[in-house]
Nanobody, 115 residues
Framework: QVQLVESGGGLVQPGGSLRLSCAAS????????MGWYRQAPGKQRELVAT???????RYLDSVKGRFTIVRDNAKNTVFLQMNNLKSEDTAVYYC?????????WGQGTQVTVSS
């Protein structure tokens, strides 16, 4: 059974930083594309960042230069380092594991950027 458990969300002031973690179990982690998505109230879920099994990375344009996705295959964990956070980054952030047509989601973690 695939399980993705996120942590690290919270309330932060504009310009601050947060680091999200997603611990995976039940999958052969190193062959999966891991990703972070987010969904703000009233908006569709959007891709924030993904990292393939070969290390290829993709970012949402609005987070380039501020967010960094990293995977640790030894610990079955993917991280999202978020710097210089803005109010528009406020959303529920979801971890995703994808392999072909197989996809799994975490329960989500709330990130709120507010003064």
């Amino acid at each position: 059974q695939v399980q993705l458990v996120e942590s690290g969300g919270g309330l932060v002031q504009p310009g601050g930083s947060l680091r999200l973690s997603c611990a995976a179990s039940g999958i052969i982690f190193n062959i999966y594309t891991m990703g972070w998505y987010r969904q703000a109230p009233g908006k569709q879920r959007e891709l924030v960042a993904t990292i393939n099994s070969d290390g290829t990375i993709r970012y949402l344009d609005s987070v380039k230069g501020r967010f960094t996705i990293v995977r640790d295959n030894a610990k079955n964990t993917v991280f999202l380092q978020m710097n210089n956070l803005k109010s528009e980054d406020t959303a529920v952030y979801y971890c995703n594991a994808a392999l072909g047509l197989t996809m799994a989601w975490g329960q989500g973690t709330q990130v709120t950027v507010s003064s």
